[in-house]
Nanobody
Framework: QVQLEESGGGLVQPGGSLRLSCAASGSTSDIDTMAWFRQAPGEQREWVATVTSEHNKLYADSVKDRFFISRDNAKNMVYLQMNNLKPEDTAVYYC??????????WGQGTQVTVSS
């Protein structure tokens, strides 16, 4: 299986930026796609962005042109660069990887709070 460890969350003012990181360990050779999700209080978990093994990138409309996902296969890392942050971006952000066999693995989540 794959274990995921996230970092980079915190408190930031509107218009600011944060960079989230997720380090994968374990059976990393099995990793196919890597993605980020988020969940605000009282809301369902929402898909944010995905990067495929071919480095193709997809984004939710709410973050398109502000957030950027990337991966470094040599380091077994996935990143989420978040720019021009808005209060509505406040949520717990989760890293998720999908194996080539179709299994999903989740990180523990990291809090992002956007407030003045």
């Amino acid at each position: 299986q794959v274990q995921l460890e996230e970092s980079g969350g915190g408190l930031v003012q509107p218009g600011g930026s944060l960079r989230l990181s997720c380090a994968a360990s374990g059976s990393t050779s099995d990793i196919d796609t890597m993605a980020w999700f988020r969940q605000a209080p009282g809301e369902q978990r929402e898909w944010v962005a995905t990067v495929t093994s071919e480095h193709n990138k997809l984004y939710a409309d709410s973050v398109k042109d502000r957030f950027f996902i990337s991966r470094d296969n040599a380091k077994n890392m996935v990143y989420l660069q978040m720019n021009n942050l808005k209060p509505e971006d406040t949520a717990v952000y989760y890293c998720r990887v999908r194996s080539r066999q179709g299994y999903d693995y989740w990180g523990q989540g990291t809090q992002v709070t956007v407030s003045s």
